[in-house]
């Protein structure tokens, strides 16, 4: 089941903070979240593992609420540096382990 | 640059052919993942490879396959390929839960 972002997209001056979703119908053992630039792989975020546990990267951080199946992505004083589309890939306690589900994506554009 | 490689970055080919994409992992890595990205279906996980044996399949569609040899390097193959195959096609390859991604190869089907 293909897990819910939102917003779509997002447009932020330098320094503000943000706050990207991602909500699933089913039981979830991990959430992924990767970014990716225009013309570029996706890059490896973090991964948030059933029990809530909140993990960062710099000024990027996200939590993992397994009751209510939601991941979210926050991006505090955002830099130019963050514009991209953030994925976040779902791995379902009753899906295979490893198959990933992947949102549409939330696209982020951060202005001067 | 992730240290992972695709080869060949671009491919054109016609409806009803075969082609072969190749991806060589980091060093070290033993799982390789393929996925497909195109603007219709987004980002869609298709099969992880680890240490030559399959490990997690995804929405691969039957006239794909893929294998992970004994040098680690893994190769998808798509056959009597069809206009919607047209897409980004990425490997990428972890040694734990992160994953990096190659360059991806862009295959179009005319």
């Known amino acids: 089941q293909q897990p819910v972002q939102s917003p779509q997209a997002v447009i932020l001056r330098e320094g503000e903070d943000a706050v990207i979703n991602c909500s699933s119908s089913?039981?979830?053992?991990?959430v992924h979240w990767y970014r990716q630039k225009h013309g570029e792989a996706p890059v490896f975020l973090m991964i948030l593992l059933k029990g809530g546990e909140q993990k960062g990267h710099d000024k990027i951080s996200a939590s993992f609420n397994e009751k209510k199946q939601q991941s979210s992505l926050y991006l505090t004083a955002s830099q130019l540096s963050y514009s991209g589309t953030y994925f976040c890939?779902?791995?379902?306690?009753?899906?295979?382990?490893?198959?990933?589900?992947f949102g549409k994506g939330t696209k982020l554009s951060v202005k001067p | 640059d992730s240290g992972v490689t695709q080869t060949p970055k671009h491919l054109i080919t016609a409806t009803g052919q075969r082609v072969t994409l190749r991806c060589s992992p980091r060093s070290g890595d033993l799982s390789v993942y393929w996925y497909q990205q195109s603007l219709d279906q987004g980002l869609q996980f298709l099969i992880q490879?680890?240490?030559?044996?399959?490990?997690a399949k995804g929405n691969i569609l039957e006239r794909f396959s893929a294998q992970q040899f004994p040098d680690l390097h893994s190769e998808l193959n798509l056959s009597s390929l069809e206009l919607g195959d047209s897409a980004l096609y990425f490997c990428?390859?972890?040694?734990?839960?992160?994953?990096?991604f190659g360059p991806g190869t862009r295959l179009t089907v005319l």
């Open positions: 990428a390859s972890s040694v734990g839960f992160e994953q990096f």
């Open positions: 089913k039981a979830l053992y991990s």
């Open positions: 490879y680890y240490n030559g044996e399959e490990r």
């Open positions: 890939g779902t791995e379902e306690v009753e899906g295979s382990q490893g198959n990933l589900i």
